[in-house]
């Protein structure tokens, strides 16, 4: 029987097959052996080190909606081979990420475009990693049923996620600074689109698909439930940008130097006087320890921290409502809603 979901369970998996399964589809191009070792590091490097609350899901969403104590395995290795396709999604959008946001850390370490000898060819590491994917889905999933829905659902997500931060860039460029641009209702769209589709909707339609319960109502009750809960994760995300321990969180915030398009600066215009709306206008988005120092004094005089708790309250419970309105006579589990929950309620990295 399969051990528990641990950690060093779920990497065990991704380093003794996810890993030489992609790695044997590079080999048999014959590629020169320090373009092998370059792309086997990018791999593992930007892969390695998360939280793995996205791929961890799947085998624990699966095994409750199975109705199972344990999972065989062959059930946990499947499962876990499914979760690492979405933190390959995960690892793919980072790379990007962090080289259009110029951010400095990922994980407690420089970003992967900041290693040496790395710089644009991160760009193309990217794509490659996102090409993990599919090496993965074809490998293991090709002779089943509902391959062809494994294929169809990572496309629709990694286009959604493509989407969000489209408007992200385009609400929030770094060296256009204007927060008029900036309002609630292009907040959300970012966060439904950019995160809560591939980091909450994304783990549980795929357990739902290898349940064989992925019906039209399932999907439907998962999304209703999980894309306000993912939208609640990004703006906990943002709020540790600003408050978090850099070295719990793994990386050191730099949403008001990087103008981003955040909850609290949205927060924060809404509440501002004509005097302070100034001060923002004059310090958000300078690449400035001045400039954000300012901003960060000024959201401790608007209680931005206090408007977050009541949103945090406020969210928990009405999500928590949402699953009880889960309908299980459809095969959809409540518990696998409510795990999700437990794992970000609250957290603080």
Known sequence: MAEQNTRAAFEKVFRETVVPAIMEDVRATELAGNAVEWIEKAIVHNTIGGKYNRGMTV??????????????????????????????????????????????????????????????????????????????????????????????????????????????????????????????????????????????????????????????????????????????FQVQDDYLDCYGDPEFIGKIGTDIKDNKCGWLINKALEIVSPEQRKLLDENYGKKDDEAERKVKELYLELDIKGHYHRYEEESIKMIEGLIEKVDEATGMKREVLTGFLKKIAGRSK
């Open 59 to 232: 085998p624990d969403a699966y095994k409750v909606l199975k109705g199972l104590d344990k999972l065989s395995e062959e059930e946990y290795t499947r499962t876990a081979v499914l979760g690492w396709c979405i933190e390959l999604l995960q690892s793919m959008f980072l790379v990007a990420d962090d080289m259009m946001d110029s951010s400095i850390t990922r994980r407690g370490h420089p970003c992967w475009y900041r290693m040496p000898g790395v710089g644009t060819i991160a760009i193309n590491d990217s794509f490659i990693i996102e090409s993990g994917i599919f090496i993965i889905l074809r490998k293991f999933f090709r002779s089943s049923s509902f391959y062809v829905d494994l294929l169809d659902l990572f496309h629709e997500v990694k286009f959604q996620t493509e989407l969000g931060q489209c408007l992200d860039l385009l609400t929030a460029p770094e060296d256009v600074i204007n927060l008029s641009n900036f309002n609630f209702q292009k907040y959300y769209y970012i966060v439904r689109y950019k995160t809560a589709f591939y980091s909450f909707y994304l783990p549980v339609a795929c357990a739902l698909i290898l349940a064989g319960i992925a019906t039209e109502k399932t999907l439907q009750q998962a999304k209703d439930v999980l894309i306000p809960l993912g939208e609640y």
